[in-house]
Nanobody, 123 residues
């Protein structure tokens, strides 16, 4: 299993970024996927998830601003981030698991993680 995130960088408050996660080594279309993040000195936080069927869910902190999607033909997971805030500054991870994920927001269920991509929101 390989998960490679990209698309992070510096954005201004109110700006946008799109993160990508290129997946390989498994049947991407059959697994639920999520994005998680960790800000410096803070705990890991689940951000958003998408099931193999395309159902989505979001943390309250990003609902209405972020959109998760997947392109099974390209084996790629996306996170479109808009109306960015300084508190969105974090290391963002793409995560998945071969085991059943009963609740997308439960980070303990994920055992495959990418290396992360940094997002900094600052003027």
């Amino acid at each position: 299993v390989q998960l490679v995130e990209s698309g992070g960088g510096l954005a201004q408050p109110g700006g946008s970024l799109r993160l990508s996660c290129a997946a390989s080594g498994f049947t991407f279309s059959s697994l639920d996927m999520s994005w998680a993040r960790q800000a410096p000195g803070k705990e890991l936080e689940w951000v958003s998830g998408i099931t193999s069927n395309g159902d989505t869910d979001y943390a309250d902190s990003v609902k209405g601003r972020f959109t998760i999607s997947r392109d099974n033909a390209k084996n790629t997971l996306y996170l479109q981030m808009s109306s960015l805030k300084p508190e969105d500054t974090s290391l963002y991870y793409c995560v998945t698991s071969f085991l059943p994920i009963y609740r997308l927001y439960n980070l303990d269920a994920y055992d495959d993680w990418g290396q992360g991509t940094h997002v900094t929101v600052s003027a």
